[in-house]
């Protein structure tokens, strides 16, 4: 058990009127107990619930992303007539309707603008069509790639995609707990924010609670 967690468990997790928001130091230091597995599986739990009770501050959401920046996959800047274009969409995918964004991104790419991408495989608690089935729906297959690789198809195409499993497998080992707890936690939302590119971008998120964008524009 982390001590260090378990004091941070309880300022998010001590109810309603006596709960606190974290700094942006210690969200990150969170997440990082966390993605590293040195919080156990209970208190990684009670974070995510406690969290998903509360509603995660932008200043939390900012240390989070600090976490992923310093764990997580990078690619480096590429050589391009237009900043890059980092889609964060929902990892659960979309069980309604068919996702326009694989045919926008290659439409861009093939125009000069570099797409960058990132997701997983079907995912609580959605469960729906996620980003990985369609690419390889049409023969495009982006698992089982070093983050090399995709570095190189980035350079030479302008398009590239991170998968979860493959390249960022702490933030992956969270997965579960999704299906455990049966709620999306700050993670989900984290993730459309997340932006793991290194050179000139824009980040699009992807959304569908309309209260998100003022949670986002409010993160420092």
Known sequence: MSKVFCELLKKVGSGQHTSEVLTRSEASQAAQLMLSGEATPAQIGAFMIAHRIKRPKPVELAGFLDAYAKLGPT??????????????????????????????????????????????????????????????????DWTGLPLAAIQGILEQTK????????????????????????????????????????????????????????VWLKAP
Not at 183 to 200: H, S, V
């Open 75 to 140: 690619l480096h800047p590429i050589a391009a007539d237009y900043p890059a274009l980092v889609f964060g969409l929902p990892y659960d995918g979309r069980s309604r309707t068919a996702p326009a964004q694989p045919l926008v991104a290659l439409m861009l790419a093939a125009c000069g603008c570099p797409v960058v991408l990132h997701g997983g495989n079907r995912m609580p608690t959605k469960y729906g069509l996620p980003l990985v089935d369609i690419w390889q729906a049409i023969g495009l």
């Open 159 to 214: 398009l590239g995609y991170l998968h979860l499993p493959d390249h960022f497998p702490k933030a992956q080992s969270l997965v579960p707990y999704r299906e455990q707890i049966g709620k999306r936690p700050p993670q989900a939302t984290l993730e459309l924010m997340w932006c793991p590119y290194a050179g000139d971008c824009q980040v699009i998120v992807g959304y569908v609670h309309p209260s998100l964008p003022k």
